[in-house]
């Protein structure tokens, strides 16, 4: 069984950071593309960040110079940090797992961010 868990989400003010995390366990290659996609009320989800099993990145604009992922293959793990953040990235932040043709997802974690 996979699994896929987020943690570090919370409550910040604006100009802020926060580092986010995921861990994939289960029965799954050591290394795997993965990324975070966020929901704001009201929108649908949309992609922040990916990596791939190369260590390759890429952002949403909105988010490009201010977050950052990155992987520790090792733990099968991958991090978001967010700095400067702005009321606009208030929303739940979702972690994808990529294995063949198949997408896991975490169950998310909030993050706030206040004017």
């Known amino acids: 069984q996979v699994q896929v868990v987020e943690s570090g989400g919370g409550s910040v003010q604006a100009g802020g950071s926060l580092r986010l995390s995921c861990e994939a366990s289960?029965?799954?290659?050591?290394?795997?593309?993965m990324g975070w996609y966020r929901q704001a009320p009201g929108k649908q989800r949309e992609l922040v960040a990916r990596?791939?099993?190369?260590?390759?990145?890429d952002y949403a604009d909105s988010v490009k110079g201010r977050f950052t992922i990155s992987r520790d293959n090792a733990k099968n793990t991958v991090y978001l940090q967010m700095n400067s953040l702005n009321p606009e990235d208030t929303a739940v932040y979702y972690c994808?797992?990529?294995?063949?043709?198949?997408?896991?997802w975490g169950k998310g974690t909030l993050v706030t961010v206040s004017s």
């Open positions: 994808n797992l990529k294995v063949l043709v198949r997408d896991y």
């Open positions: 289960g029965s799954i290659p050591r290394i795997n593309p």
């Open positions: 990596i791939t099993s190369g260590g390759s990145t």
